[in-house]
């Protein structure tokens, strides 16, 4: 009696072997691949449908790896800010990829749209206006525009900061997944005041800025010393940057 051929496929790994394998293309074999790098990929890809936030069963379902996989992948992607997972245990995107995206849209540059709305507060507020974004567990400012003052608050494009300290620190905690009664707060205000909450000379008001389909982008503040900021009536100055930051979410796409 001739044996029977094994006809089981090598198993991936990874990924589970009742996960179908993509059909590759006429030159895929000649060209160079590594699977590691794909893999962590196709995390990414599990939201392009437009989900804001996934479970860890979802991306293991949507790609077919089995959980421990996407967990260590998910590390890694976490560090470089393209991936991260808040409180809640769901995943969500990092801020790697818009920067990257605003990066490829030539067409669309987020500068053009900030950097007018930075000097516009800085012209009505006297003080330095920034914008920051989230990357894992700082908040780095993308732009600023200083205050003409001779005593103000300095900082640089690039700098970053604690996350857990500061009005942008907390609208960026806030908007992305934190779930507790300070965070709750800022998101029924729409605004966060922070008298000397990082430095005790220093004081700072900020609220968020969304783009398309309401996808959360960064927070846009003023920065300046506490004593002037204390002398001011705060739910002017809140209306004030709130209504600049729905300005700038509408001219963005938000």
Request: charged share 25%; proline share 7%; glycine share 10%.
């Amino acid at each position: 009696m001739t044996k029977p051929e094994n006809t089981t496929l090598p198993r991936r790994r990874g990924r589970p072997p009742s996960a179908a394998r993509p059909l590759e293309g006429p030159n895929d074999a000649a060209e160079p691949r590594v699977e590691a790098v794909e893999r962590a990929l196709s995390i990414l890809d599990a939201f392009s449908d437009g989900a804001p936030r996934l479970s860890l069963a979802e991306i293991a379902a949507r790609t077919g790896f089995y959980p421990s996989t996407v967990l260590r992948l998910a590390a890694s992607l976490d560090r470089f800010g393209y991936l991260h997972r808040g409180a809640d245990g769901l995943f969500r995107l990092g801020p790697t990829p818009l920067r990257l995206g605003l990066l490829y849209r030539d067409a669309f540059d987020l500068a053009d749209h900030v950097r007018p709305v930075l000097a516009r507060l800085v012209e009505r507020t006297g003080e330095t206006a920034a914008f920051y974004v989230r990357e894992g567990d700082r908040r780095v400012c993308l732009y600023r525009h200083h205050s003409p003052r001779l005593i103000r608050h300095h900082v640089e494009e690039g700098s970053a900061l604690p996350l857990d300290r500061g009005a942008a620190g907390r609208v960026l905690m806030a908007y992305t997944g934190e779930a507790d009664p300070l965070h709750d707060e800022v998101r029924t205000r729409g605004w966060y005041l922070s008298l000397g909450e990082r430095d005790p000379e220093v004081a700072a008001l900020a609220a968020p800025v969304f783009g398309r389909g309401r996808h959360f982008v960064g927070a846009l503040g003023i920065i300046g010393p506490r004593s002037r900021f204390e002398a001011e009536d705060h739910g002017a100055l809140a209306a004030m940057i709130t209504g600049e930051a729905a300005l700038l979410s509408r001219g963005i796409g938000g």
